[in-house]
């Protein structure tokens, strides 16, 4: 059963991910302090600012790994983590979470690849077991994707016998091959070489061109700068600043933007 | 005064005329012949001393009241461990459920079973009449529906089988928690976001990995509990032992067949070694061709030899 809340929160159809007043808290500590961020479907928002600005928290809400305490997070229009019935919002079981977090990608900073699959069985274990796709299917399309992250050759390799950059490609791969809405990335090439940085971002920039709906914390500028929609400036939990990638960086307005995008530049 | 040359191939055709004298080790030679030495003595006094009774070990080995025995032994073992292995599994489960009703009584039962030495509950299980004197279930509305006296149900056998299972399943629960929780966080991570159900994750992902971290210290277990079955024979249990010590019980040659029951446990056990290996290698396919453990004779050569081959190209 779909269930879409565009009407009832007056959200326009065409937001993919929409979060008001998210807030977050660890005990007494409280991480989020109230987001306001709308994703468009079929835009690139990339998210910066130092660490600890609850950013991959942020992301992490996006998908029900952490639970938010209060505000609205909607991934195309309806909650991941639970049921709106009677103006309550009813939490749900683990495997109807499981059934919404099918249609939302990620992809980890370390990759988190399944080391005792091969690259192939690493990207067709969910379609079949989750989708239900026919194993000739699954595989089909798992090679297919695996040409257009440049791997082919690598589909009955095992994990830790590619490179970083490889890894995360097939880990970028393994996401696709579940037919994701939206892919999000946290922090996908802060664990890789310098070298091997620039292969995974191709990758991604390929994705941006074809259409995919993509949140991506990072620390690349250039890549935000290029590929972004729109750029997200996060720190002390909230929201410091957004707008336009190229406007934001060329002339920031908050003093703690301007201060963060000179230390990273 | 002669430089060497900076050209690179010419300095490695200078490297290649000389011969390397390799290093003499005469003290490993030293010790190495006196082990061999009463290694020798020792083999001596095993063959000519008559009291070991050779000739009657070898006319009991096959005897069908040992083979017998030795059959139960290994029956015992292996439904010993599955069930160990079942209740070890909910137990682990339970001792990481977040849960605190769950994972106390788990603890509590690690702690009861492991606490307590096995022939203490061998011999409590089997004189559980002494407390329960009847086993009945009773029904709110329904009543009795039946009952049975203790006595008849716990028989030596099933004795055995309760109390070994239930103190090697907390050994079996702490080898599965510490497998479970060596799995990285982001494996489960990874898994959710790909839509699994925490079954499927488990079965698929979780389980999988463990098995690396749970097999070897479960094979150690599983040799351990093959000795430990030994002591089912103070409860009149036909195992290995028991049936040895019926045989002598009547011809007094006590120490043949007590040789004849020791060939037998090290055979089993060295049979169960070669399968923990497979085991192993089974579960770590990722990384095969990585750490072939060396087998039969390679392994026989490598006593042979005095130092170490060295490896890699030259």
Known sequence: MKTNHFERFAISPSVMIHASDVRKSYGSLEVLKGVNISVPNGSVACIIGPSGSGKSTFLRCINHLEEINSGLLLVDGDFVGYRLKDDKLHELRASQICARRAEIGMVFQHFNLFPHMTVLENLIEAPIKVRGEHRAEARLHALELLRRVGLAEKATAFPRQLSGGQQQRVAIARALAMRPKVLLFDEPTSALDPELVGEVLSVMKDLARDGMTMVVVTHEIGFAREVADQLIFMDGGTVMEQGDPREMIANPQSPRTREFLAKVL | ?314
């Open chain 2, 1 to 314: 005064m002669n430089v060497l040359p900076l050209k690179d191939d010419s300095v490695a055709a200078k490297r290649a005329q000389f011969t390397v004298v390799p290093l003499r080790h005469p003290w490993r030679w030293a010790a190495a012949a006196i082990v061999a030495i009463l290694l020798l003595l020792l083999l001596q006094a095993v063959v000519s001393n008559p009291n070991l009774q050779w000739p009657v070990v070898a006319s009991y080995i096959l005897n069908p009241i040992i083979l017998r025995g030795l059959w139960v032994t290994v029956g015992l073992t292996l439904v010993i461990m599955f069930f160990a292995s079942v209740i070890g599994m909910i137990v682990a489960l339970m001792m990481l459920s977040p849960s605190k009703m769950l994972s106390l009584p788990a603890a509590g039962f690690i702690w009861w079973f492991r606490g307590t030495p096995a022939l203490v509950q061998l011999i409590l299980w089997y004189n559980l009449s002494l407390i329960f004197k009847d086993i009945t279930l009773w029904l709110p509305g329904l009543g009795t529906v039946f009952s049975v006296p203790t006595n008849t149900v716990m028989t030596p056998l099933v004795a055995a089988v309760v109390a070994l299972s239930l103190h090697e399943a907390g050994y079996m629960a702490e080898i599965i928690r510490n497998g479970l929780k060596s799995v990285n966080r982001g494996q489960t991570e990874a898994a959710l976001c790909l839509g699994m159900k925490p079954s499927l994750l488990l079965r698929r992902i979780v389980i999988p990995q463990a098995m690396r971290v749970i097999i070897p210290p479960t094979g150690n277990e599983t040799i351990n509990l093959l000795k430990t079955t030994s002591l089912v024979s103070i409860i009149a249990v036909g195992d290995l032992l028991y049936s040895a010590q019926a045989i002598y019980a009547r011809t007094f040659e006590t120490i043949p067949l007590l040789l004849v029951a020791t060939f037998w446990y090290l055979v089993v056990v060295s049979i169960m070694t070669v399968g923990q290996g497979y085991l192993e290698r089974h579960y770590s396919r990722d990384e095969a061709g990585h750490d072939p453990a060396p087998g039969g004779f390679s392994r026989l050569g490598s006593i042979l030899m005095m130092r170490e081959k060295w490896r890699g190209a030259q």
